[in-house]
């Protein structure tokens, strides 16, 4: 049957896609993608969406209910841009992780599925983010309001109390809010360029106890900042600090370039893998600390340190991942883009007394090739790159220095198995594979991988 924008149809959901979404086939083997929907599921779905070869379509009713649903427990779950899994159980949801890891591996990487290890998480799906970038605006009855972005929109849509997030983030961002209506200060338009407050930014050390408050201001700070300030401190008893970063420019970048210290010192600190990291409002820190100690734990079994080894950490961010790693070997040389993180990956390595540490500033791929030309010999190498993964000359660049083991951290299984194909090109084969569930609810799912010489 050639379906229509607008008809009504049923369908059994029989696999869920990487972006969460249920698919079901007509008669005519026509894929329908079904957001919410779960394996198993009979349903009555609406087409919203018509293309040559598949269709988009949204849940009317449900027919019969997979034995994986449960009952949503957030009131903005169809409406918020976050997750995309609170309507099946945490067992459901890891099997759909570690399969999307292993479809992707296969498919585009080439690898044996067998390679996919069973997937390894805290176990904790709720309260784990312990960072909050919550933007601001106002509702149509004019009061000030924040929440999150609708799917592929700058609509807010209010969240008093998310999940994912501590219960202080909710009351440290409505003590904000009934302060800008008390002074009359009104939030930042995207429109008009005019209104003060952008975002509420927030940090929390899980283990230390210690939130930050980031203010991103459209200007330099807020009226009677002071007074807001002793309402946090008396409300919060965990503020450890206040930070007012100036964004003055027409970007959907979060943060500007500029931070002020209002109260405190300008960072928290949290405690991770043992180890003690300092947290500015730049600073880049796993947002689920339980599970980063994971991951970084099976980092550190791939990597296999002895102490007279080397080992290279590129896109190390502040140091975690390799600082973690750093007793075990002879030399720690982190890179690093980020000037801001590289001055925070030296403090961390000067707060736990590492002294075999080494941090540039520069590109990845220009400083993997200005050390290949000094001469150095890394033993292993970690690589912790954005969503796109990593540039083919990188690779080329790391097989040449010659590793005998290289462990891969991705956020993203597409660019991860493409770029395993591109290591094995060059004489590297992948050994293992683990996912590792970094984000329970939503789509994203972090992988770590262990590669070595084909001939060794």
């Known amino acids: 049957m050639n379906l229509v924008k607008n008809q009504i149809i049923e369908l059994n959901i029989d696999s869920v896609t990487s972006q969460g979404s249920g698919v079901g086939r007509t008669e005519?083997?026509?894929?329908?993608?079904?957001?919410?929907?779960?394996?198993?599921?009979?349903?009555?779905v609406k087409i919203v969406k018509v293309k040559k070869t598949y269709a988009f379509g949204k849940i009317e009713s449900v027919i019969s209910s997979s034995k994986d649903r449960i009952a949503v427990d957030c009131p903005v779950f169809n409406k918020c841009g976050g997750c995309v899994y609170r309507h099946i159980n945490y067992d459901a949801e890891k099997a759909v992780k570690e399969q999307t890891v292993k479809d992707a591996v296969v498919r585009i990487g080439g690898q044996d599925s067998a390679k996919v290890k069973p997937l390894i998480s805290?176990?904790?799906?709720?309260?784990?983010?312990?960072?909050?970038?919550?933007?601001?605006?106002?509702?149509?009855?004019?009061?000030?309001?924040?929440?999150?972005?609708?799917?592929?929109?700058?609509?807010?849509?209010?969240?008093?109390?998310?999940?994912?997030?501590?219960?202080?983030?909710?009351?440290?961002?409505?003590?904000?809010?009934?302060?800008?209506?008390?002074?009359?200060?009104?939030?930042?338009?995207?429109?008009?360029?005019?209104?003060?407050l952008r975002h509420i930014y927030l940090r929390y050390g899980e283990k230390t106890n210690q939130l930050m408050v980031c203010l991103v201001v459209n200007g330099n700070g807020l009226k009677q900042e002071n007074r807001l300030i002793e309402r946090l401190k008396n409300n919060l008893p965990n503020l450890e600090t206040v930070v007012i970063n100036s964004n003055r420019k027409d970007t959907n970048v979060v943060l500007g370039e500029k931070n002020r210290v209002a109260y405190g010192k300008g960072y928290i600190e949290d405690?991770?893998?043992?180890?003690?990291?300092?947290?500015?409002?730049?600073?880049?820190?796993?947002?689920?600390?339980?599970?980063?100690?994971?991951?970084?734990?099976?980092?550190?079994?791939?990597?296999?340190?002895?102490?007279?080894?080397v080992l290279l950490d590129l896109y190390c961010g502040t140091g975690t991942i390799g600082l973690t790693m750093a007793k075990d070997c002879k030399q720690l040389i982190g890179v690093e883009a980020v000037k801001q993180a590289v001055e925070d990956a030296e403090i961390n390595a000067g707060i736990n007394g590492i002294d075999n540490a080494r941090f540039i500033c520069a590109d990845a791929a220009k400083a993997a090739a200005e050390l290949e030309e000094d001469g150095i010999k890394p033993d292993a190498v970690v690589v912790d790159p954005p969503r796109k993964g990593l540039e083919k000359e990188l690779v080329e660049t790391i097989a040449r220095m010659n590793p005998q083991r290289v462990v891969y951290v991705s956020c993203d299984p597409a660019t991860l198995a493409?770029?395993?194909?591109?290591?094995?090109?060059?004489?590297?084969?992948?050994?293992?594979?683990?996912?590792?569930d970094m984000f329970p609810g939503t789509h994203h799912i972090e992988t770590v991988v262990l590669m070595s010489r084909a001939d060794k």
Do not use: W
């Open 28 to 44: 005519d083997k026509i894929a329908v993608f079904v957001p919410q929907s779960a394996v198993g599921d009979r349903l009555r």
């Open 122 to 196: 805290s176990g904790k799906r709720l309260r784990y983010r312990n960072k909050a970038q919550l933007p601001v605006g106002l509702n149509d009855c004019g009061k000030t309001v924040a929440g999150f972005f609708a799917p592929h929109s700058h609509r807010i849509i209010p969240c008093a109390d998310c999940l994912l997030q501590p219960e202080l983030f909710g009351r440290a961002a409505e003590i904000v809010l009934k302060f800008l209506d008390e002074t009359n200060q009104l939030p930042y338009n995207e429109t008009t360029g005019k209104g003060k």
């Open 271 to 309: 405690i991770l893998c043992g180890l003690r990291f300092r947290i500015s409002p730049m600073s880049f820190y796993q947002v689920n600390r339980a599970t980063a100690e994971l991951l970084y734990g099976k980092a550190k079994e791939y990597a296999s340190l002895k102490k007279n080894e």
């Open 418 to 436: 493409r770029d395993l194909k591109i290591f094995e090109e060059n004489g590297y084969q992948t050994r293992e594979i683990t996912p590792v």
